[in-house]
Nanobody, 118 residues
Framework: VQLQASGGGLVQPGGSLRISCAAS????????MAWFRQAPGEEREFVAR????????VYADSVKGRFAISRDNAKNILYLQMNGLITEDTAVYYC????????????WGQGTLVTVSS
């Protein structure tokens, strides 16, 4: 599966942004999907995941209650709605896919930069 993330940009603290990840090449509904992020000088970290059917969402504690992951299996798109953004959310956001829910993510998109700044 090929993944293409988009929708990043500059947003003020407290603002909202939705980023997307378009999938192609394979049956999108066969994959569990996730978002990761990597801030400058930091390790890549898990943000959220969603199971094949759209349920079974899991969030990192740092984004719980502010971010929402979802997917549209008819359109082959993964979303991350980000609300209440803070400067610590500044990072390159990557979408990833796996066929095993708790397994390694083998497929990665190229990343989209989200900058939270006033």
């Amino acid at each position: 599966v090929q993944l293409q993330a988009s929708g990043g940009g500059l947003v003020q603290p407290g603002g909202s942004l939705r980023i997307s990840c378009a999938a192609s090449g394979s049956r999108f509904r066969d994959y569990h999907m996730a978002w990761f992020r990597q801030a400058p000088g930091e390790e890549r970290e898990f943000v959220a995941r969603v199971a094949r059917g759209g349920s079974g969402t899991v969030y990192a504690d740092s984004v719980k209650g502010r971010f929402a992951i979802s997917r549209d299996n008819a359109k082959n798109i993964l979303y991350l709605q980000m609300n209440g953004l803070i400067t610590e959310d500044t990072a390159v956001y990557y979408c990833a896919a796996t066929t095993i829910l708790t397994g390694e993510y083998r497929y990665w998109g190229q990343g989209t930069l989200v900058t939270v700044s006033s």
